[in-house]
């Protein structure tokens, strides 16, 4: 049986400096057209089994996303995001609306999560972040991970999901390993975190867990990120160390996701360069991850590195929020596009900024080495 210590992965500068560059490059991405005309996608992702297989519905899978309405300025999105029900098909895609009631939320937006579908085939389980409080008159980045749960009713022309339960605060940081207070400036890139929930179920164990990015508390370093966990027993959750540690390196490990594959798990997780430390290597922005027999580790970085793939020199902001299937497809969404520097102006990233999914990408895995293909 697997050890139940968890053996903490330490991503170090040692790591991101032995990267090449233009590692791990993706193709470039071209124009893209918008899926809901005045509306941005970002995060986004398929309802899914417990198994974290991704489920097949007449019309295609679902697909919930983080969206709001087109601002002059993207970066103003994530201070009103809201999750929306969509459903990718063939012929194109169709739009539910806003998944979850406009008063159910006990934040004053709603970050990213994970939708699970439950045996019954009718009860969808939602793990997501609450991002700040309710009715508060200046936005703040206090985050919480919730999971409430409602019923999945679909016909030939639309589906939806009803019933949903009062969310339930999953854990609360101890502000011993996670800290508590998310501010951190409040700068795009700069905030801490409690977000990002995504579930998975211990082979060795059947024990659920649930994973999460994370700071670390009492550290001295403004680049503290962590990737957390917390399983779920009899007694309800409880906090666990991290499954990775950042600390002095990065700030944002965002969306940390596990995919069983040949008998092993793959850690992923997607981050940006300038969330890297100052006067230390910077890494690109792109996928990192790391492989493991167990959950409870060890777990080694793909392609020794950590880095499976980067957007490409001359795009180096192309893409963002990776999300590896269980079939090793590749989903993101399209961020700023056609550009070799930062933009200089609202009106310049407005310009670029794609707000909508990206081309599918697959990855190709041998052994600890992982490789992208179109």
């Not at 071209?30 to 417990?50: M, N």
């Not at 950590?306 to 269980?326: I, K, M, R, T």
């Not at 930062?342 to 310009?351: C, D, H, K, L, N």
């Amino acid at each position: 049986m697997a050890s139940d210590v968890i053996e903490t992965f330490r991503w170090t500068p040692a790591h991101v400096a032995a990267i090449g560059r233009g590692a791990g490059a993706a193709p470039l991405i071209g124009a893209v057209a918008p899926v809901l005309p005045g509306i941005d996608i970002w995060d986004h992702w398929p309802v899914t089994d417990r198994a974290g297989r991704t489920l097949a519905f007449p019309g295609g899978p679902l697909v919930i996303a983080l969206t709001a309405p087109v601002l002059p300025d993207p970066d103003d999105r994530h201070a009103i995001a809201r999750l929306r029900l969509l459903q990718a098909g063939p012929d194109g895609w169709r739009d539910f609306g806003h998944l979850l009631p406009d008063t159910l939320n006990p934040g004053s937006r709603e970050w990213a999560g994970t939708a699970v579908l439950e045996a019954d085939g009718q009860t969808l389980s939602l793990y997501y972040t609450a991002a700040g409080r309710r009715g508060e008159a200046v936005t703040s980045f206090a985050q919480r991970l919730l999971l409430t749960q409602g019923r999945l009713v679909m016909d030939e022309r639309s589906a939806q999901v009803t019933g949903w339960t009062e969310p339930v605060e999953i854990v609360v940081p101890d502000d011993v390993t996670y800290q508590a207070d998310m501010a951190g400036g409040g700068a795009v890139g700069a905030i801490k975190a409690f977000r990002d929930p995504f579930p998975i179920i211990d082979p060795a164990t059947g024990i659920e867990h649930v994973l999460f990015t994370a700071s670390l508390a009492g550290s001295p370093s403004a680049w503290n990120g962590l990737i957390g966990m917390a399983r779920r027993d009899k007694a309800g959750w409880t906090l666990l160390p991290p499954l990775v540690d950042a600390d002095g390196l990065n700030n944002e490990l965002e969306r940390p996701h596990i995919v069983r594959h040949d008998g092993r798990m793959l850690l992923f997780w997607s981050t940006q360069a300038k969330v890297f430390a100052d006067g230390g290597p910077r890494g690109p922005t792109g996928l990192y991850g790391l492989v493991a027999d167990s959950l409870y580790g060890p777990w080694r970085p793909l392609n020794g590195t950590g880095l499976v793939l980067a957007n490409p020199v001359e795009a180096p902001f192309q893409a963002y929020s990776w999300l590896v299937l269980d079939d090793l497809s590749v989903w993101s969404f399209a961020d700023l596009l056609g550009l070799a520097e930062a933009p200089g102006s609202v009106t310049e990233t407005r310009a670029a900024f794609g707000g909508t999914p990206a081309p599918v990408l697959h990855l190709e895995v041998d052994g600890d080495s992982v490789r992208v293909t179109a």
